[in-house]
Each structure stands twice: as structure tokens, then as C-alpha cells.
């Protein structure tokens, strides 16, 4: 039996069958039943048939996870990427806590979160402490709620790292699930009470411009105006006329296109340099107002920001490496990895994505991580703020 802690498994995943051989591949490179295990899986496969023969096959694990885009990157790469595939993570650690919680929206998001993170603390058995960490998948539209409910009610002391369920093609085909519950609309809440160290990093691999302006008129996710005027129009100036808004019939969709060209908000800075939470462009709207994947307030300065293949895909390394330097021990044992890592990212760099393992793997020594591909990605940024933002990489980093 091995000795390792934290051990990973990925494959094409269509029948029950394929779930046994998955579970024994990770159960040999473990050195025990695993206390927690975190599922990424293809929004092709039967969320149902994991949920339930996971269940099955760990009753004494606690198990939870959410759908991809795609798939989704261990230290071995991509395993039957844009197919039905399922990746599972999972960690040992006698001496730590583990608790998993879920509610379905069907009213309040606040009241869903407040149960979700309270089923989770009850699971935990340590009710009433203070989790090392805080792991979320949640379906993509109500993330900022979502975040700042757990921040009220651990006093924004706790890590929040997670990122929302995907597909393959914006179909609200995505689930996410706790235990043996599971929905297209709800949220999933893990929390770590862990005896390791853990260490976290969020950052985008986006550069600010010298460009930006001032919502000067928004609602929710809904840019209406830049500086005064149509945000719509601002934006395609800015962003080289992604779009001829003169000829082509609106509303029109940009996510695509608008990949390498978000827009930032500037969140705090490091000795004077600011670091930025970013928004991705999704619609220009009739009204040539401007729909994002995350909420934008009125009065806050807009930049653009500008990305590249090459930095994207090697990003996720340097975040990796900060992630590593945060902790209190810099030098100390990496024993795995937890990784999240925009799939509209993914998607602008979907014939190199399997560069991406190459940076994970240098930074993390070739230890066990789960990457997966989200649709919409939340962390804790440099100054300690937990948020929700777009074209984001997180990386969570164990060491003992």
C-alpha cells in the first residue's frame, strides 16, 4: 500500500463499470480510505450515476464536486478530454476534519448558502471553529452572494476558493453536488478543517492597459454606460472593434472573442502596484449596454486588461509558485494541489491546454493535483479579499 496522501485518477467515464476501475486506481495509490474526495466531471456524463455509485463505493468519505468544461488537468494531463470523463481527487488525513454540505436555490441564495455551510459544519463535527478553508462549487449567477454570505459568517476570516459549474457549451447543462444531493441550480460547500498546511493564491494572467473609464450607469451584471456613454460602444472601441456594431443585428454574443480583452477592476494594491479582479464580456445588448459573467458596480474605474496564449497557459505555474511562497513554510513537503482555471481561459487555449499540466507540474514537484475548467472562479486575492471574478486561475497548495 502506498504512503501518499493526496492521489488523483481521471477517465472516460460512461458506465458504472468505469467508476469501479477509476475508484481502484485510487484507492492503490492511497494510503488509506480517502477522508475527502473532490469530483470534476464532464457535463456529458450522468451526474446522477457519479453521485450515486460514489456514494456507494465511499460511505465513509466526504464527496463532493461539479461539472467542467471539457474536463479537467491532472499532474498525468488530460485524460479523454471533451468526452465523458470523470476526475477524482482524493485526500487522507486522519488527524483532520472534513464536512460537505449542499442546498438547492429555490428562493433565497443567502438562506441556500447559510444551510449549505451549516450542513457542512455539522458534517465536519467541528462546529463552531474556524475552517482552515473553504471549498465551493456553485452554479454560474449568484456567485458574489454566494461569497459574501460566507464571508458574514466567518467575519471574511476564512479562505474562500472554488470555482462554478460548466459545460460544454452554455447550455446550463453544468451540475454541482454535496453527498447525495445535486442540482443544476444550488451550491456545494466543503469545508477543510485540515492538519496539513494549506496555502492559497488567486490572480489573473492579464496585463492592465493604460485605457479605462467609469461605470457610470449599471444594474447587477449589466454594464449600461462607460464614462456616459453606451457601454457597448466603449468597449468595442476599445477593444479594436470586436464587433461592427453599425451592421450586425444586436443583441450578439462576445464571450468568445472578448477572451483576450476583459476588463479589470483594480481591488487593492502591493507597494503601490495594483492587482485587479477581472470581468469577461459576454453580450452587447440592444440597448448597446454590455452583459458580464460577474457583477460590476456603479462608480468603479474600468480597465482594460490585455492576455496572451503564452501567458494564460503559463500562468497557472506562477500562481502556483505564489501559492507555495504564501505559506509558512516555503520549504516545506508540497504534498498536492487543488487548481481552477477559467474555461473561457480554456477555450482561447484549447490546442495547447495540455501545456498547462507542464508549469502545474514544474511548480508543484509532480505532486497530485486536480485542475478543472470553470465557469466562473472565486479566491482569495493578495490583500485577503474573497471574490468572484472571471478569466481567474486559483491554486491551493498542501504541504505537511
Known amino acids: 500500500m502506498s504512503n501518499q496522501v493526496i492521489a488523483t485518477a481521471a477517465c472516460k467515464c460512461e458506465h458504472q463499470q468505469d467508476l469501479d476501475k477509476l475508484a481502484q486506481s485510487l484507492n492503490t495509490q492511497l494510503a488509506s480510505v480517502p477522508d475527502l474526495i473532490i469530483a470534476s466531471y464532464s457535463s456529458l456524463c450522468e451526474t446522477d450515476l457519479i453521485v450515486n455509485h460514489l456514494a456507494a463505493l465511499y460511505p465513509k468519505s466526504a464527496i463532493a464536486g461539479a461539472s467542467t468544461c471539457r474536463?479537467?488537468?491532472?499532474?498525468d494531463g488530460l485524460k479523454a478530454f471533451g468526452e465523458a470523463n470523470v476526475t477524482l481527487w482524493g485526500l487522507c488525513d486522519s488527524e483532520g476534519d472534513y464536512g460537505i454540505g449542499f442546498a438547492e436555490f429555490k428562493s433565497s441564495i443567502n438562506d441556500a448558502t447559510k444551510s449549505a455551510v451549516e450542513q457542512a459544519l455539522e458534517h465536519s463535527g467541528r462546529h463552531g471553529e474556524l475552517p482552515a478553508l473553504i471549498w465551493m462549487h456553485t452554479s454560474p449567477g449568484n456567485e458574489e452572494t454566494v461569497v459574501a454570505t460566507i464571508d458574514q459568517i466567518f467575519d471574511g476570516d476564512?479562505?474562500?476558493?472554488?470555482?462554478?459549474?460548466?459545460?460544454?457549451?452554455l447550455e446550463e447543462n453544468w451540475t454541482c453536488f454535496a453527498g447525495s444531493q445535486y442540482a443544476t441550480n444550488g451550491v456545494s460547500v466543503t469545508v477543510f478543517f485540515s492538519s496539513f498546511e494549506i496555502s492559497t493564491s488567486f490572480q489573473s494572467g492579464y496585463l492592465p492597459t493604460e485605457t479605462s473609464g467609469v461605470a457610470t450607469r449599471c444594474e447587477g451584471r449589466t454594464v449600461y454606460e462607460i464614462d456616459n456613454q453606451p457601454a457597448a460602444l466603449v468597449y468595442n472601441n476599445w477593444a479594436g472593434q470586436?464587433?461592427?456594431?453599425?451592421?450586425?443585428?444586436?443583441p450578439v454574443n462576445v464571450l468568445g472573442s472578448s477572451t483576450l480583452s476583459p476588463l479589470g477592476v483594480a481591488v487593492g494594491d502591493v507597494s503601490g502596484i495594483p492587482y485587479y479582479n477581472l470581468a469577461h464580456p459576454e453580450t452587447y445588448t440592444k440597448e448597446k449596454a454590455l452583459t458580464f459573467f460577474c457583477e460590476v458596480a456603479e462608480g468603479e474605474t474600468l480597465t482594460l486588461m490585455n492576455g496572451t496564449v503564452d501567458n494564460i497557459i503559463s500562468?497557472?505555474?506562477r500562481v502556483a509558485n505564489e501559492a507555495i511562497y504564501n505559506s509558512d513554510d516555503p520549504d516545506g513537503e508540497i504534498i498536492g494541489g487543488l487548481v481552477v482555471f477559467c474555461g473561457g481561459c480554456l477555450l482561447a487555449v484549447e490546442p495547447r491546454a495540455a501545456e498547462i499540466a507542464d508549469h502545474l507540474n514544474e511548480n508543484l514537484q509532480q505532486q497530485p493535483y486536480l485542475g478543472c475548467f470553470t465557469f466562473g472562479e472565486q479566491g482569495c486575492l493578495i490583500g485577503g479579499e474573497n471574490r468572484h471574478g472571471n478569466l481567474m486561475i486559483s491554486v491551493t497548495v498542501f504541504k505537511r
Open 158 to 169: 476564512v479562505s474562500i476558493v472554488g470555482g462554478s459549474a460548466a459545460d460544454e457549451t
Open 242 to 250: 470586436l464587433v461592427d456594431i453599425d451592421q450586425e443585428q444586436l
Open 71 to 75: 474536463g479537467a488537468i491532472t499532474a
Open 315 to 317: 500562468r497557472p505555474g
